[in-house]
């Protein structure tokens, strides 16, 4: 069923892109859990499988109703205050939550789940709410460094290439473009926008000036989730582009050297965040002429985008450089 998200005029002035580490590391710990959502990252689920025979999930899964829809708490991602905060900031902000906000929101989530609230962990959770907060904050932290610190990279330079590419085209195609080609799941008409969730029943959300945040997820897919409680920021999670090549292995780095060459490999591999010419000619050894000629025919390409900061320009990887530089760091040395 739909979650209509009404706009005032002052919302269409308050909508912002985030990247949130935090967010992130929840929905793959339910992706552990939605079969559905397996399909994309089959190779990084044999990778987990080590990882996962160590770390203790059942208090988060506990809060995550599946497979029938339910409500997570809130708090445990709210949404993010700045476009991409370190995890650890983010983290801080889920142990300083108010106990009254954590027993109302745990109360409503173990709801969710017959049997959940009489459980020996969900009494435990309702009857001291800011232990609770301490429990899941440090299951999370431990999820974060086993499932997907020593990925982030990866799923950063993804996710904000999926952010500059929304960028631009909301600058040369405008709001209600954005808005279609978001999702399937989404759509937009007549000041509302329409997000279909998994819940049963249709939710009717007014912004009343505070905009809507729209954060691009690589585990998400194939849904769209929204719906946070009135006092959090309105935020709609949407699976971002170019996951299907996300976890793809090139078969050597030698090959993606004599697909490019050696150097334009070089340049492409290096970039596992943004970065401008010149930092890119002192991490490899290379001339600044000579890179900024790679990353010219590499954006020419489409496996590059830039954007200025300050008095820089900086490169990043599209999902298609993502996709074909991913796993061969090291492998393509320059000369």
Partial sequence: ?????????????????????????????????RTDR???????????????????????????????PGYTPDFLGPPPESSLAPFEEELARVRATDPA?????????????????????????LTDPAAAVRELADATERAWHALLAPDWPRLRALLEAEVAYRSRQLASDGLEKLFADLSPRITWSGGTLTVRTRAHFLQIQNLDGRGVLLMPSVFVWPDVVSAY???????????????????QEPETGPALARLLGVNRAAVLVALDEPASTTALAQRLGLAPSSVSAQLSVLRGAGLLTSRRHGHEVLYERTPLGIALSAGSAGGTPPR
């Fill in 1 to 33: 069923m739909p979650l209509d998200m009404r706009f005032g005029a002052d919302d269409l002035l308050r909508i912002r892109f985030a990247i949130s580490p935090l967010c992130e590391t929840h929905e793959a710990v339910r992706t552990l859990l």
């Fill in 38 to 68: 397996h399909g994309y990252h089959l190779p990084w689920l044999r990778r987990m499988r080590t990882a996962l025979a160590g770390l203790d999930l059942s208090a988060l899964w506990l809060l995550m109703p599946s497979p029938q």
């Fill in 101 to 125: 906000i954590a027993h109302a929101e745990l109360a409503k989530s173990l709801a969710c789940t017959p049997g959940a609230a009489e459980s020996p962990r969900g009494r435990a959770m």
């Fill in 229 to 247: 409680e009135p006092h959090w920021q309105p935020t709609v999670l949407y699976p971002a582009r170019g996951i299907g090549g996300l976890w």
